[in-house]
């Protein structure tokens, strides 16, 4: 009996694998388990419908990203931190702050796309900026010390 794979199963296949297993393994260990089902006309018109739904939500995602990355690349972006005489930031400039502040300037980009180490001193860095499908961008991002506020 012809079976496509709902679930990867060990020593079988993977997700939407077709496979020829013996009538009484479907009946009695696969399907019970929904594990697969019955590689019937409707059933595999089903899946390849879903293979090109998926494909054209991917093919929409890369679109997405490109552009988003184009408007992101080389972009400069300055923050203000509390710092030392010497340089050093009191607190580390960190990728949820680079994102905050590309979220105020209207990117929607998450820290975890951010590829960058705890940046402890003033100066500046360029940052790499990762997307789905293999894109990466670079920013260049400058942290300046805040002018302290004299009270008299």
């Given at each position: ?28 260990f ?20 879903h ?9 929409r995602d ?21 710092a ?27 820290p ?21 499908h ?5 920013i ?13």
């Amino acid at each position: 009996m012809k079976v496509i794979l709902l679930q990867k199963t060990p020593g079988l296949g993977d997700v939407d694998d077709i496979k020829e297993v013996a009538d009484g393994y479907a009946r009695n260990f696969l399907f019970p388990r929904h594990l697969a089902v019955q590689a019937s006309t409707k059933a595999l018109d089903q899946r390849e419908a879903h293979h090109r739904k998926q494909a054209k939500e991917a093919e929409r995602d890369l679109h997405e990203s490109e552009q988003l990355a184009a408007k992101i690349d080389g972009l400069e972006i300055e923050l203000v931190e509390k710092a030392t005489e010497k340089g050093v930031l009191y607190a580390a400039v960190t990728p949820q702050k680079v994102s905050m502040a590309l979220q105020k300037i209207g990117f929607s980009i998450e820290p975890d796309q951010i590829k960058m180490k705890p940046m402890k001193e003033l100066g500046a860095m360029e940052v790499p900026v990762k997307f789905g499908h293999g894109l990466e961008v670079q920013i260049n991002l400058t942290v300046n010390p805040q002018k302290e506020k004299h009270t008299v």
